[in-house]
């Protein structure tokens, strides 16, 4: 069974850091997309950035400049480095994986971390 487990998430004053971790475990199809997404309070759920396979990047213009999204094969791990950050950003923050399944995608959540930015 597929599983998603976050970690990272707080309580931050603005301008400050954190770095968000995905460990995906479960899978034995080839990941081809692991993104991160977030819900404001009272929101809808946004794509905050996305690596490919190939490691190509995309980023929401608001997080430009600010957060990187990296992946480790080896450890099945998706990270998010947030800096600068804003009380905006609050959000729960979800992982997301699509897997190449022969001809069709499959994709997966993770349960969610709260981050907290205080201004």
């Known amino acids: 069974q597929v599983q998603l487990v976050e970690s990272g998430g707080g309580l931050v004053q603005a301008g400050g850091s954190l770095r968000l971790s995905c460990v995906v475990s479960?899978?034995?199809?080839?990941?081809?997309?692991m993104s991160w997404y977030r819900q404001p309070p009272g929101k809808q759920r946004e794509l905050v950035a996305q690596?490919?396979?190939?490691?190509?990047?995309d980023y929401a213009d608001s997080v430009k400049g600010r957060f990187t999204i990296s992946k480790d094969n080896a450890k099945n791990t998706v990270y998010l480095q947030m800096n600068s950050l804003k009380p905006d950003d609050t959000a729960v923050y979800y992982c997301?994986?699509?897997?190449?399944?022969?001809?069709?995608?499959?994709?997966?959540w993770g349960q969610g971390t709260q981050v907290t930015v205080s201004s």
């Open positions: 690596i490919s396979s190939g490691g190509t990047t």
């Open positions: 479960g899978s034995r199809f080839s990941m081809y997309t």
């Open positions: 997301n994986v699509v897997f190449k399944v022969l001809i069709s995608f499959r994709d997966y």
